[in-house]
Structure formats: C-alpha cells, structure tokens
C-alpha cells in the first residue's frame, strides 16, 4: 500500500534528494498518472523538488505564482483541487510530460494539494494526466489522507537537512546545498557532481575571512559565486560589487578608496569609497586583472593592514572588508607582463575557486535551459515554452563557449525567432535544433546522455572514431550512475533517464556485460 511505502521512507535515513524522488514516484504508480512534482515555495515562486514524469529541464524551472492560476488555486486552499480537461485554466506542464516528450501534448486530468509544515504553507504536489477523468472524487479523498504523510516526508527531511548541516558546520566541513532560505534572484541551479563539489567548496572558503579569487571563464557566473560565499559568511553588512573594466584610469582610485573635497578638479565635496560603502560586509572586485597599477598598490596596502586613504587626505581610515575578487584573465601570466603586481597577487590567491565551464555541467544545461524557457514564456506572454528532443540533444553536444550567459542568450533568440515565424502566443511552442542557430560548432563526443548517438542513428554507422568516442562517454556515464545507485541497475536507468531493458541491451553492446545481472 502506498500509506506502507510513504512510512517505510520516513523510518528510513536517506538523503533528501532520494526520499523526495522516491515520494513522487512511488506517488505516480499509485495513482496510475504520467507525471507527479513536488514544489517548494520561496519568494512567491514554486521551485521543482523532486519530479517524476515531467523532463529533465522541468527541474530548472521556477514558476511564478501570479503568472500560474493553477497553482494560485492550488496554494489558496488546504484540500485537493482538480482542474478537467475542459478547465479553462493553462496549465504549467502542457508539453513537458516525459512519457511524450516528442509530442507537444496538452495535459487533460490535473490535481494538486497544498503542503504546509509546522503551520506554515510550504509547497504544494500536483498529478498530471494525459487522460481524462483520471483523478475522481474518490482520488481526491485519497490524496487528502496521503498529504498528511506528504507533510509529515518533507517535515522529516528539513529536519535531517538542519541536523546534517549543524553537524557538517561543528566539523568545518561543507554543508548540504538546499533551496530553503535563498533568494531566487540569485540562485545556482544545477546537479552535477561538479557544481557540487564547488558549492561545498564555497560553504566552506566562506566562513573564514581568506580573500577569494574567483576564476573562470567568461559568463559562467562568478558574479552568482560571489554573492553565494557572501551569503555563507557571517558579515552583516550587503555585498558592494565593484566592475573594475568599467572604471575610468583617472578615477579608480577615488572610487575605491574615496576623496576630499578639493582633491582634484571637480571634487566640490567630501566622498566615501566603495571600501568604506562595504565596511563591515563584503567587496566584490569584478574583472580585478583591469586596476591601474597605482591603484593595485593600494588595495595591496589595504589588505596587508585594514585601512584606506582617501585622496586628498592624510590620516588613514580603519575599515572591516572581507575582499572577493574575479578574473577571466591569466594573472599569473599579467605578472610575468608586468601589468600586475605580483605580491598583489599572491595576496589575492591565498584561495583560488575555479568555476567550471558550462560544458563540463553535464546536465545543468538542461536545468538552467529549463530557468530560461520559464522566463521568456513569461516574458513573451506564452502560453508554454518547450525544447524538442532533438533541441535537448544539441544543447548537451554544443562546447558553450560563452557559457550560462550565452545559453541564455540562445533561448531568448530561439523564443523570439520562434514568434516571428508564425508560433502562436496560445499554443504550445516547441523550439527545434534550427532555431538554437548552434549547429555548426556542436560537438556529438560531448554528449552527456547514455545514448549519445543521434535518435535513429544505428551506432555502427557513426564514423570509426567518433563511434569510439561515443561509446567511451556511455560507458562512464553507465559506470557512474551504477557507483552512485550502489549497483542497482534499476536506480541507475532512473539517474540516466533510460528504460532499463535498453540500459542492459546499451550495457552488453558496449562489453559490460559482465556488471550486468
């Protein structure tokens, strides 16, 4: 029974991520459904949890109450609310149920339940069918008793959740990334090992008052890093972000460190700097490789001894500054240039944080692409916004070299050059491969699925190397997800998204057989 399934969890330690993927499935066999999310509310916007049956993208997403009737009506009630297929109302998923993810199918039978903990409104679960007539009267009874136990799930992994990180902070160790308590604006999104192992990195790095330098490539977010370790800290006091491209020579080092009046021409009155602007809190120097020379040996100074000279001014100021600089330059080579300093820099380097690029995110492409799709179907006033099949295979093989700043840039154009070639604002708008404009620098060995051949490409075909360099990025994919699923064949066609009897017959092809039941 399902009251057995949903106890057995709760009794059970596992991370949270697991009990919560382990809810919504076990959720939608029950209720014999195509798709079941579990939604997390924060900042009047719906966060996906945990998903089952809705893509991979889905999870990326971030649904704006107000933009969303459905889930407005869902979050006003404590009982179940369904939604027929004749309800007028859009719904959030149309186009993005798994089970036809070829097809931009609309959903036809709809129910959700409100979740509060401890008294307060937490999130809410929504069932979705392509059926209708799926969720009857009898259902919505049903789901009413099971949202007790829903309630009682996400209680208990909060709970596991603030334990682990109470323990995790005692040992000075990293702590668990969750979406509670953190602003959407600025949020990280992505699963990968990669991206995790960084945001442990950071929770540490954070807590003590060690300069970071921030390193990656252009627009992979260092700004988002950035606000992440000042977050994590314990400074009051807000961030104050400093783009050193963007300040005039002449004028660096008043805008740094402040002036007098009548310190030079123009300078009618007395003003602070932006170290004084973040006395007590964080400094964010962007681009920090840009600072004149003459202003690079005074931030040096300031980091050596705390304090700050205004121009113009004799007497020093004492200021509280944790400094966080970024850089997509070579300072190591910019010193062997000369044009900058090098005790400055290891001044700078006492912890370097490298940010991967976004090619090396595995599946985070298709979760930011998820933020974006959101985002513009918002903004353009659609009715739902989807990547087709073959879109998603694309985004996954394209090298990225402008990173989570050129993924953007790309759905936006493809939504807009959607619209302007006759996709209509009520339907669902599927965005294919010619749209994305990527093409010619895609590169397949860089795929990140299982099944890294093109859909009805017999693998055989594929020329001698490249077929080499598919099969090796299936066979660590498959290697990984079994380490991660502890052997467990069926977990792992779940992590890979993949039928299992394919995942066994892709196995024996590519000579694991022997890992294979």
Known sequence: MLEDALLADLVTALPSAIRLERLTRVLRSHYACDAVALLRLQDDCLLPMAVDGLVHEALGRRFLVAQH????????????????ADSELPDPYDGLLQAHAGAPLPVHDCMGVSLFVEGELWGAL?????GTDVFTAERRKLLQRHALLLEAAVRVTRLEDEVRGLR????????????????VGDEIIGQSPELRRLLREIEVVARSELPVLLLGETGVGKELFAHRLHRSSARPKPLVHVNCAALPESLAESELFGHVRGAFSGATTDRAGRFEAGDGGTLFLDEVGELPLSVQAKLLRTLQNGEIQRLGEDRPRHVDVRVIVATNRDLQQCVRDGSFRSDLYHRLSVYPVTIPPLRERGKDILLLAGSFLERNRARLGMRSLRLSPAAELLLLRYPWPGNVRELEHVISRAAIKALSRGAVRA???????????????????AA????????????????GALRDAVAAVQRQAIRQALADSRGNWTQ???????????LHKLARRLGLRDDAP
């Open 69 to 84: 009737p459905r889930f407005a009506a869902i979050l006003a009630r404590r009982e179940p609310v369904r939604f027929a």
């Open 126 to 130: 929504t069932l979705d069918a392509l």
């Open 168 to 183: 995790l902070v005692r040992a000075d160790a990293s702590l668990v990334e969750t979406v509670e308590g953190r602003p």
């Open 427 to 445: 339907d669902i708008v599927t965005l294919e491969p010619e749209l994305l404009d990527l093409d010619a620098q895609a590169t397949p060995a």
């Open 448 to 463: 990140a699925l299982p099944d890294a051949a093109p859909a009805g490409t017999d693998a055989a075909a594929l020329p």
């Open 492 to 502: 792992a066609a779940r992590r890979l998204e993949v039928d299992p009897s394919n």
